[in-house]
């Protein structure tokens, strides 16, 4: 029954920040106990300590008399999210195995479902489906962290990204999507060619055009309930996504 429980528990946590990674949850949405507990055919009381777990990572927040909403970060926040993803990132891609480096199988493998990742992501870029693309820019910062062999890494880029995911919606990023393509595969270009250095230099010039894209004034929330519709299934998620989830 433990097990269940703990399972239940995974599922909503897991299903709220893929929501925000895509973008389907906004920074301010309600969070219902009740209709997440008729989603997840589970009690309020396990629904409550989902929002807990989601609490302590810093997703979410309860208002006294109000219930629980995603967090609205504010731009001094926004900016830790990204200094921590710049030390994290650039330092996972300086520290990675170069190609002659245990007879380079390591490097290639991550390369390769590196560069499946992208075109999943090109594909996502060229079609309407915001909500995967979205949560496929996003996922390549995970998967990256997943290839290279850091899982504990993989679980803190996970929430980290989630965290400028907030931050880029909450705050009108201008970042291009196809941009974010286009930079991720410099940067796995790099590492496969074995320039660790480039590998690191590029992903903090892309982290860093990002940020930069960031508006500075908070825009108006959506006040209807999208809740439902934000926490459905994505069409297709990526195989590094649930990899990681283990």
Not at 142 to 155: P, S
Not at 219 to 228: G, Q, S, T, V, Y
Request: negative net charge; proline residues 4%.
């Amino acid at each position: 029954m433990s097990t269940l429980v703990e399972s239940s528990q995974a599922e909503i946590s897991r299903r709220v920040v893929e929501a925000i990674l895509a973008q389907k949850l906004a920074p301010g949405e309600r969070l219902g106990e009740q209709p997440l507990a008729d989603m997840f055919g589970v009690s309020r009381t396990l629904v409550r300590e989902a929002l807990m777990q989601l609490q302590a990572r810093g997703f979410v927040e309860v208002r006294t008399r109000k219930g629980w909403y995603v967090v609205e970060p504010s731009i001094e926040e926004a900016r830790d999210a990204f200094a921590a993803r710049r030390a994290v990132e650039s330092g996972m891609l300086r520290d990675a195995a170069g190609p002659d480096d245990d007879g380079g199988r390591p490097l290639q493998t991550a390369v390769r479902r590196l560069r499946q990742h992208i075109r999943d992501e090109e594909a996502a870029v060229a079609s309407d489906d915001v909500a995967t693309r979205t949560f496929l820019l996003a996922d390549f910062h995970v998967c990256l962290a997943d290839c290279l062999g850091h899982r504990l890494l993989a679980g803190v880029l996970r929430d980290l990204t989630a965290r400028t995911t907030l931050v880029a919606s909450l705050y009108q990023s201008s970042h291009d999507a196809r941009q974010s393509c286009v930079e991720h595969a410099g940067i796995v270009d790099a590492l496969a060619d074995g320039n660790r250095a480039l590998a690191a230099e590029r992903m903090l010039d892309h982290i860093g055009s990002v940020e930069s894209a960031l508006g500075s004034s908070t825009p108006p929330l959506d006040p209807h309930e999208r809740l439902k519709a934000s926490l459905a299934p994505l069409a297709a998620r990526a195989s590094a996504a649930t990899s990681v989830a283990r």
